[in-house]
């Protein structure tokens, strides 16, 4: 090839000059030029609070889940920290359930509870509350049942906020309203600040979407509606300039960081929002793509850690600074084994 050739090709990246596969020809080369590393300080851990003492109950659906009590809830996010990882998420289960949520903001209620333990046990773990009122309310939904039985949003909105404040006085770093009720970040917000907790940040599950996904969380959270379904306040899974309008609207109502839900199967959601706005992104990896993996691996289909790695970088790649998955300290001891 003469030089006028040469330099023909390196100038449009032709072959023979230009070889990509130079810069993956070895492990250690290939991990100097990598354009995205997931950190362990980024995962969050979900987890599920139950009252009482030694009480383990794990969860068919989520293979290497249970729900906890207490005391077994800070060994197991006293594991998540020492692993690395950079929070957890609390959801109550319970079997005190009214039309009304009462046993959502309780102050001796189960996340309450188990919040109390959490930071006395692991201070320097982040605590965030999901606040939500269908695992305390008899029907299952997400707010509170007007006379036509349909979910009411404006009288909603006091409960919720009354249980972000209280988890906020049981200590909760982050409080993640899921509820999607129109104008609760807002509530929160106000809430939070006259009680005097305008340190509480506010995580809102902005684009939160009527997934198909969540049925391993639902058996766990022992939360499905009784009736119907949550159609009429979560997302519709077609939808994505409505989410930008959920994420604008949260922002504005003064979210510290917003949320989409779920992660893996909506990542054209997740690099849309993170393009929207200069707040944290959190992704929500949820059961259903989780237990997939999980299942898949259980048959021999797939490699599992492989897999979930790939499916945590996809997650990041696409923008989310936070991911939430029940592989958190899994994937952060996998991270450290093999920086080491």
């Known amino acids: 090839m003469g030089s006028e050739s040469t330099e023909t090709a390196a100038a449009t990246g032709a072959f023979p000059i230009v070889r990509h596969r130079r810069l993956r020809r070895t492990?250690?080369?290939?991990?100097?030029?990598?354009?995205?590393?997931?950190?362990?300080?980024?995962?969050?851990?979900?987890?599920?609070?139950?009252?009482?003492?030694?009480?383990?109950?794990?969860?068919?659906?989520?293979?290497?889940?249970?729900?906890l009590s207490p005391d077994l809830m800070v060994e197991e996010a006293r594991a998540a920290y020492e692993a690395g990882v950079g929070g957890v998420l609390l959801f109550g289960v319970t079997d005190q359930k009214d039309a009304v949520a009462t046993s959502a903001?309780?102050?001796?209620?189960?996340?309450?509870?188990?919040?109390?333990?959490?930071?006395?046990?692991?201070?320097?773990?982040?605590?965030?509350?999901?606040?939500?009122?269908?695992?305390?309310?008899?029907?299952?939904?997400?707010?509170?049942?007007?006379?036509d039985g349909e979910v009411d949003n404006d009288?909603?909105?006091?409960?919720?906020?009354?249980?972000?404040?209280?988890?906020?006085?049981?200590?909760?770093?982050?409080?993640?309203?899921?509820?999607?009720?129109?104008?609760?970040?807002?509530?929160?917000?106000?809430?939070?600040d006259s009680s005097g907790n305008e340190?509480?940040?506010?995580?809102?599950?902005?684009?939160?979407?009527?997934?198909?996904?969540?049925?391993?969380?639902?058996?766990?959270?022992?939360?499905?509606?009784?009736?119907?379904?949550?159609?009429g306040y979560q997302m519709d899974p077609p939808n994505?300039?409505?989410?930008?309008?959920?994420?604008?609207?949260?922002?504005?109502?003064?979210?510290?960081?917003?949320?989409?839900?779920?992660a893996a199967t909506y990542l054209d959601v997740v690099h849309a929002v993170r393009g929207a706005t200069d707040l944290p992104v959190a992704a929500y990896h949820v059961s259903g793509e989780y237990s997939m993996i999980k299942a898949a691996a259980e048959r021999g289909w797939l490699d599992e850690r492989q897999a979930m790695m790939e499916?945590?970088?996809?997650?990041?790649?696409?923008?989310?600074?936070?991911?939430?998955?029940?592989?958190a300290i899994d994937a952060a001891k996998w991270m450290k084994e093999d920086a080491s």
């Open 27 to 67: 492990d250690a080369i290939r991990r100097l030029v990598r354009e995205v590393v997931v950190r362990p300080s980024q995962l969050v851990l979900p987890m599920f609070a139950v009252a009482g003492e030694g009480i383990r109950q794990p969860v068919d659906a989520l293979p290497g889940i249970a729900r």
């Open 105 to 147: 903001h309780a102050d001796d209620g189960v996340v309450q509870q188990a919040v109390h333990a959490l930071k006395a046990g692991v201070p320097d773990l982040v605590v965030i509350t999901d606040v939500c009122l269908c695992a305390y309310t008899d029907h299952g939904h997400c707010g509170l049942l007007g006379a």
């Open 155 to 192: 009288p909603s909105l006091d409960v919720i906020a009354r249980t972000a404040v209280s988890h906020a006085r049981a200590g909760a770093d982050v409080v993640a309203p899921s509820d999607m009720m129109d104008g609760r970040v807002g509530a929160i917000r106000t809430a939070l």
């Open 199 to 231: 340190g509480t940040a506010i995580m809102s599950y902005s684009a939160k979407y009527a997934s198909a996904f969540y049925g391993p969380f639902r058996e766990a959270a022992e939360s499905a509606p009784g009736h119907g379904d949550r159609r």
């Open 240 to 262: 994505i300039r409505e989410a930008l309008r959920e994420v604008r609207a949260d922002v504005a109502e003064g979210a510290d960081m917003v949320m989409v839900k779920p």
């Open 311 to 327: 499916t945590l970088t996809a997650i990041v790649r696409a923008g989310a600074d936070i991911v939430i998955t029940y592989a």
